[in-house]
RNA sequence: GGGCGGUUAGCUCAGCGGUAGAGCACUACGUUGACAUCGUAGGGGUCACUGGUUCGAUCCCAGUACCGCCCA
């Protein structure tokens, strides 16, 4: 063997060895009923794995080769994710640097194509990524949130598809799916709605702007502002109402001004009109002052502009108070370009604020308000022109320029021009949402999506943790989840994007609507009938009917319901498929025309086109557990391993991910999706920042195997994931168990050198000699230990067992070993190693796959199976051998105090001394006697041997032990003061632990209200520290005679 | 503003009713001895603060201070 481990050749064809052995697939090595199945949270496709990823998978992995090994029927399900949003950016940013036709240009099945390419390539990467950490996945069930669907690229097959398509057609018949006009958030980037999940509030710097709404007609009223004890301290009269924003631009929809109704300033002019003072001066708008609990009169103004197409707050107080929503921007995010000119707008907006007429919401959203002058600006330079043009009418409110609420352009006191009039511009700190991938500023946009009623699924999900059906661990982490999941809002799950599993609904006119009159009652059409048919634009601007399905051969027979009761020939009318509202128009117009002509009824079609959007991702990364597992089918994998054992995620996709599987496991097929949920911390770097790309301060997991190893950067992980806190990871650590791994490398090149790796039988059965007998109870304890360990997702005490155990063996168990093989026990010694060794590889095999598997197949001619499927021990109690315990405790005590008296003393490690035992009970006699090889063995501790004495040399070191004291023959090598000083130090140490444990004993009340064997444990533990004291002690008294 | 968590050795962190621990760092000694990617020994702590519960509190409870994170 070498002298160290050389990870980076071995790791590789380790991993191909388990590989081609199969020893990863599902049920591999099983050899009980018992099951376990853990699915990987799925990676986005085109991402890299980064230190969560490996952290995450290094924890799954250690379960997954555990059970294995336990002989449970194991199954590690791998996969990566289509991740909408992320890979339709990275295919464009691809598609732009590699100068290639851009998305818009492609088309969406071009561009579709283009992203599954990207798919195709980039798949190895995951793959390759988990190999190198070790991940023992069942490569052979790869899975993919997108197989199966329309286009996809030979190979791609497998069945997620279908079961997305599934439960949202199951989902939408039971009503848990709906569309609806809503405020949503919307990306101007990515142009498409987005979840509240995928929004950061981020604090920017910003401005609050005031203006002055002049009231129409010229009212006036008295503005009066009182302190907080009633006393007047401002008394105006006001023609306008006072009205501050942060985003002046929304003002041009603006659809009232509220007030609260307690609010005693504006009582005068609720109900009144005001005046938007912004837009062409002849057509200002007139919006009315109403009341709403929403205004909060203390802060600004009191009094709050109502935009409610583009607030979210304004968007609830707008449903309540039958406000017009008025949308002034388009996808983009630019203003609105479209529509009748601003003048005719404005005059409908008019109408409705003075209650001549009402707007559908449909209706309110053709009108766009935007004036000619801003039409098609960006919404921020938007914005500096609404303020530009304000300013300059005088409506802004204004103050002074040394104004402290101006921020850093307001000017000092003492400058010339400090008293000068300025506009009251607040610099102040606002929240602004943002999307979190596209960095852009969100819009809140009133459009047509659809929604998961996550009011009616999130009941079982609730109850599931509540009642542990399903364990969150750590428990912390329920709280958040409960907290969440009870205020629960509609999810959003329509996409405009290209990549994704295409919504299965189809559109059609609704013909059965209004405006049609068949003038004979004949149930028939005649050709004025068709024509006028054609030409009323109401039939083919209103409402539309919609069905889900799987399949358009499926829908097609769902529309029935819109033919049936159609009059002749209409309901002869075949349903055809088209690409868009559009050309359904042209197709129907163009069916109909011919009809008139030919009067042929069998060529006469009924249009439908399907929704263009797709799903979010997270609808069906929802899916996971079941989807594959190869539902809908009833496949015996979906038997067999559902629901999973354990999820291992991070915190921060609980609410994205985990939430929801357990809501839509439930909605699909009503039962619970893991039996626990273990949240892991995140990894951060060693100054406890979060790792990101921007602060460059991101650890690449796969660096750090090639510098280290597999099995140290999972080492480190896996020590340092304790429950609940972050973690801070420094490359110092990672550095301290690759040196472990040398450490364990050693031992076992020690074996080999002692020809442990040739004994024929590996068992403990031989062992006679107490040294054997005790390291056999040491993994005995260990394995207890571990499992229990593992047993609780403690895997830093797992770590932890492991390591102490380990040095342990190495420092004790080899040392010890060195003098046995030179007598009659040689052959039990290394027996009893090679057992030994083989169970510590057994057991760190889950944290440590590759240098233990090396190892495995090193120390023995030939193995049956491999490590990955090693036998896990299962031994207890029974292997502990007390009096073993009770007799190498007591030499380990003896040697540590000699090594340690002679490091104090000094003493140069060649000279050997000989043992003054001064005195000895007949138990610890034994052992010595027993052990003496061992004791005199010991390098650090330099003892030739005893000699039995009456009274020690003067200034003799003194060694208390249990049953007995030793003093070392060194009266003239050391300094008596040294020695005393030593001793003090004990014997005040000694003191204090004793002083405290008496006090307990003879205090009555403890042993009334302490346990029996608290009690017990206490006095023995007095009993041996006093003896120990009391030794000690008179060394001291001995060493004081010589001064 | 609401919620959650943290404060233990120089650093990073375990522990969580009854001897305060690990790794790293530090100091001294040691290299033909399985391992210098090493060994041996050592120094280093009013367990944030203030109260309470208890025979007993680093641990449980309440409050204070500071630090993080999540949600508005």
Request: hydrophobic share 40%; net charge negative.
């Amino acid at each position: 063997m070498d002298k160290t481990f050389d990870a980076h050749e071995a790791e590789h064809r380790i991993y191909a060895r388990w590989e081609e052995s199969g020893a990863f697939k599902a049920g591999a090595n099983a050899s009980s009923d018992e099951t376990f199945s853990i699915m990987i949270p799925p990676p986005n496709v085109t991402g890299a794995l980064h230190m969560g990823h490996a952290f995450n998978n290094t924890l799954q992995d250690i379960l997954t080769r555990w059970h294995r090994m336990r002989g449970h029927d194991t199954l590690w399900q791998p996969g990566t994710d289509h991740a909408g949003i992320a890979t339709q950016m990275v295919v464009e940013r691809y598609l732009m640097e590699t100068q290639q036709p851009g998305r818009r240009e492609l088309g969406r099945e071009a561009f579709t194509q283009k992203v599954w390419e990207q798919k195709v390539r980039s798949r190895g990467n995951i793959k390759g990524q988990l190999e190198r950490l070790g991940a023992s996945c069942d490569w052979s069930r790869e899975a993919f949130t997108m197989s199966g669907a329309p286009g996809a690229p030979e190979g791609e097959d497998g069945n997620f598809h279908d079961a997305v398509i599934k439960v949202f057609v199951k989902m939408y018949e039971d009503g848990l799916i709906y569309r609806g006009k809503r405020l949503v958030n919307w990306d101007p980037h990515f142009e498409t709605a987005i979840s509240d999940l995928e929004v950061e509030n981020i604090e920017v710097d910003g401005h609050m702007w005031h203006f002055k709404y002049p009231l129409a007609d010229g009212v006036t009223y008295e503005y009066v502002e009182k302190d907080e004890d009633g006393n007047e301290v401002l008394r105006e009269t006001r023609d306008y109402i006072s009205i501050a924003t942060t985003r002046p631009e929304t003002m041009l929809g603006d659809g009232a001004v509220a007030v609260h109704p307690s609010d005693e300033r504006y009582a005068p002019i609720v109900g009144k009109l005001c005046e938007i003072p912004v837009g062409p001066k002849d057509h200002r708008r007139l919006i009315p002052i109403i009341t709403d609990e929403y205004p909060d009169p203390d802060f600004g103004s009191g009094a709050v502009k109502i935009t409610g197409a583009h607030d979210f707050n304004d968007y609830q107080v707008a449903k309540r108070g039958s406000i017009p929503m008025y949308r002034l921007m388009d996808t983009k995010g630019d203003m609105r370009d479209d529509g009748l000119p601003y003048e005719d707008a404005a005059a409908v907006a008019m109408a409705v604020a003075q209650g001549d007429r009402t707007l559908t919401e449909a209706e309110a959203d053709t009108i766009n308000l935007v004036p000619e002058d801003l039409r098609g600006l960006d919404r921020f330079v938007a914005r500096a022109r609404v303020v530009e043009q304000i300013t300059e009418e005088g409506l802004a409110v204004m103050t002074r320029a040394d104004d402290p609420r101006l921020g850093l352009v307001a000017a000092k006191p003492d400058e010339d021009h400090a008293a000068d009039p300025a506009p009251l511009v607040e610099a102040k700190k606002i929240m602004a949402p943002y999307g979190d991938r596209s960095k852009v500023v969100i819009e809140p946009m009133l459009t047509d999506q659809w929604f998961v009623a996550t009011d009616k699924i999130v009941g079982p999900a609730l109850e599931a943790v509540r009642n542990g059906t399903t364990e969150i661990l750590p428990e912390q982490h329920k709280k958040v989840y409960f907290n969440w999941l009870e205020n629960i809002e509609p999810w959003c799950i329509s996409r405009q994007l290209w990549w994704g599993h295409q919504i299965p609904v189809w559109y059609g006119f609704d013909l059965t609507g209004k405006g049609f009159v068949d003038d004979e009652g004949d149930g028939a059409l005649d050709t004025p009938e068709i024509m006028r048919l054609l030409s009323e634009q109401s039939l083919l601007k209103g409402d539309e009917r919609h069905h889900a399905a799987p399949s358009f051969d499926i829908v097609s027979g769902l529309f029935g319901d819109v033919l049936a009761d159609l009059p002749t020939p209409l309901h002869h009318a075949r349903v055809v498929e088209v690409a868009n509202r559009a050309e359904a128009i042209d197709a129907i117009a163009a069916s109909l025309a011919k009809y008139t002509v030919d009067q042929d009824p069998t060529n006469l079609v009924y249009p439908v086109w399907r929704d263009p959007d797709v799903l979010d991702t997270w609808f069906s990364s929802g899916l996971w557990p079941i989807g594959t597992l190869g539902w809908p089918e009833e496949t015996d994998e979906l038997k067999k391993y559902f629901p999973t054992s354990v999820l291992i995620t991070g915190f921060d996709i609980i609410f994205f991910w985990v939430a929801r599987m357990m809501m839509m496991q439930y909605a699909t097929v009503g039962q619970h999706p893991f039996d626990t949920v273990y949240v892991h911390a995140l990894v951060r770097d060693e100054k406890g920042k979060k790792m990101s790309k921007s602060l460059g301060n991101v650890l690449d997991p796969l660096e750090l195997v090639d510098e280290y190893g597999a099995d140290a950067v999972r080492f480190t992980l896996t020590a340092m994931a304790a429950m609940g806190r972050d973690l801070k990871l420094s490359t110092q650590r990672i550095q301290g168990y690759r040196n472990f791994t040398t450490k364990l490398w050693n031992a076992a090149r020690f074996a080999e050198m002692n020809g442990v790796f040739d004994v024929a039988t590996r068992t403990p059965d031989a062992a006679t000699h107490s040294v054997n007998k005790w390291i056999i109870g040491e993994v005995a304890k260990t394995r207890m230990a571990l499992d229990e360990a593992l047993a609780a997702f403690r895997f830093n005490d797992a770590a932890n067992t492991l390591y102490a155990f380990t040095y342990t063996y190495c420092d004790w168990y080899l040392e010890f070993s060195k003098p046995l093989m030179q007598t009659e026990v040689a052959d039990e010694t290394r027996q009893t190693m090679a057992w030994a060794l083989d169970q510590l590889l057994i057991m760190l095999h889950p944290i440590m796959p590759f240098i233990t598997e090396e190892l495995w197949g090193l120390s023995a001619p030939s193995r049956a199976k491999m490590c990955v499927h090693a036998d896990w021990p299962t031994y207890g109690p029974e292997m502990i051998d007390e009096n073993a315990v009770a007799e190498l405790n007591w030499v380990r005590d003896l040697i540590e105090k000699t090594r340690s008296v002679r490091g104090l003393m000094n003493v140069p490690k060649k000279e050997k001394v000989t043992l003054l035992q001064l005195a000895l009970d007949p138990a610890q006699d034994a052992m010595w006697a027993a052990n003496e090889t061992l004791i005199t063995a010991d390098r650090e501790a330099g003892i030739a041997g005893r000699d039995s004495t009456d009274t020690a040399p003067k200034g003799a070191p003194t060694i208390a032990v249990e049953g007995g004291t030793f003093a070392l023959p060194l009266e003239g090598l050391i300094d008596a003061g040294a020695e005393k000083a030593r001793l003090e130090k004990t014997v005040g140490k000694l003191q204090k632990d004793v002083g405290g444990l008496e006090g307990r004993l003879k205090n009555p009340k403890f042993r009334e209200n302490a346990g029996e064997d608290v009690v017990q444990e206490t006095e023995e533990l007095a009993t041996s520290k006093r003896e120990e004291l009391t030794r000690l002690e008179t060394a001291l008294a001995r060493l004081s005679e010589l001064a």
